[in-house]
């Protein structure tokens, strides 16, 4: 009985650590071109969340996002977005991006926070990456992220 028990456990603890695991699986990458101002020009891998399940698990439960990466969120039509942290222990910086692929606003995020982080226009894309790199890399808004076609 103690080794079935043993087992049981064992098992419950290896299924809970693949569920973990599985939620901070990446999702397919693109490198998106943003232009600056000044016409110089910086690359962020982005993870791709365009499902509804992608946009809503976004980078919670991911401890390491490195530099120079990020996650584009893509929306089938241009609203007034809302974000917020819940669930995610990584300081983030997002983007607010409209059709054309300008940027609108940006704004840095706290860890775990629930308060919502809104568009101050609407907009169809979010571009998350680690906290500060967006001033890091001077990238401002107005600048351009040169959108893909094949999302």
């Not at 962020?44 to 698990?57: F, L």
């Not at 996650?71 to 241009?78: L, R, V, Y």
């Not at 907009?123 to 959108?147: H, S």
Request: hydrophobic share 40%; net charge neutral; with cysteine.
């Amino acid at each position: 009985m103690k080794r079935i028990l043993s087992a049981f456990i064992l098992s419950l603890i290896f299924l809970s650590a693949v569920s973990c695991k599985e939620k901070q699986t990446k999702l397919p990458a693109k490198d998106l071109t943003i232009t600056r101002s000044d016409g110089t020009t910086v690359i962020v891998n982005a993870e791709i969340a365009k499902t509804p399940e992608t946009r809503e698990h976004g980078f919670m439960e991911r401890k390491i996002i490195p530099d120079n990466t990020g996650m584009i969120f893509i929306f089938e039509q241009d609203q007034i977005l809302s974000f917020w942290m819940k669930n995610t222990p990584t300081p983030l910086s997002i983007a607010f991006i409209d059709y054309s692929g300008k940027i609108r606003d940006i704004f840095d995020m706290k860890p775990f926070s629930l308060d919502t982080i809104v568009s101050t226009v609407s907009v169809r894309y979010a571009l998350e990456v680690p906290k500060g790199w967006f001033a890091k890399n001077n990238i401002k808004p107005g600048d351009m992220i040169e959108l893909l076609n094949d999302w």
